[in-house]
């Protein structure tokens, strides 16, 4: 079956600091993999995405690279600010345009950025 | 583009009574949409796949007669909550995807408190 696993939290950065969040993924089939972030009180908004082997998605200052030999979706940012403040959540579907594309999250990971 | 919307956003019920939320795809057309359940600092568990004009399928050990999801048209998915109780409390987010795409997009949210 399909799983993800991010790093544990909480994360707490100060401001400009460089972030990494560690996502690892197992799948069957070929999986397009997101990153998604949470703000307070509110559903989730795609963040950026990747469909294949070596894409880069980015979006806002992060940037994620969708690595096949080790099966990884790391996010990153070189400068955080205080309104980077929320929940990210790593996740996989390995149904492109099928019926079901059901989405597979990880547990979430929350990053506090001090000003 | 691609705007979900998800009525109430907030609701207290008194236990025993029921609840529908609405979820809208305000600009695209939706033949799937998510119910997801998530518990405080925890991931998205899924509720069930919606498919427009037939029976919604539940993840393993969703209630489907307490859970009542119809999607009777492209744009709107309605879950009820049926004879709520306390443990229903929870933040309960759909997701509706872009017709032939893997694409999801996230409604806010729907805070549902049972007193």
């Known amino acids: 079956g399909n799983s993800v696993t991010q790093m544990e939290g909480p994360v707490t950065l100060s401001e400009e600091a460089f972030l990494t969040i560690n996502c690892t993924y197992t799948a069957t089939g070929y999986p397009s993999l997101f990153w998604y972030v949470q703000y307070p009180g509110e559903g989730l908004q795609l963040l950026l995405k990747a469909t294949k082997a070596d894409d880069k998605g980015s979006n806002k200052g992060f940037e994620a690279t969708y690595r096949k030999e080790t099966t990884s979706f790391h996010l990153e940012k070189g400068s955080v600010q205080v309104s980077d403040s929320a929940v990210y959540f790593c996740?996989?579907?390995?149904?492109?345009?099928?019926?079901?594309?059901?989405?597979?999250f990880g547990k979430g990971i929350t990053l506090s950025v001090r000003p | 583009g691609a705007v979900v919307s998800q009525h109430p956003s907030r609701v207290i019920c008194k236990s025993g009574t029921s609840v529908k939320i609405e979820c809208r795809s305000l600009?695209?057309?939706?033949?799937?949409m998510f119910w997801y359940r998530q518990f405080p600092k925890q991931s998205l568990m899924l509720m069930a796949t919606s498919n427009e004009g037939s029976k919604a399928t539940y993840e393993q050990g969703v209630e489907k007669d307490k859970f009542l999801i119809n999607h009777a048209s492209l744009t709107l998915s309605t879950l009820t909550v049926t004879s709520a109780h306390p443990e229903d409390s929870s933040f309960y987010i759909c997701?509706?995807?872009?017709?032939?795409?893997?694409?999801?997009?996230f409604g806010p949210g729907t805070r549902l408190t049972v007193t």
């Open positions: 600009d695209f057309q939706a033949t799937t």
């Open positions: 996740a996989l579907t390995t149904l492109s345009t099928g019926a079901n594309s059901k989405l597979t």
């Open positions: 997701s509706a995807r872009v017709s032939g795409t893997y694409e999801q997009y």
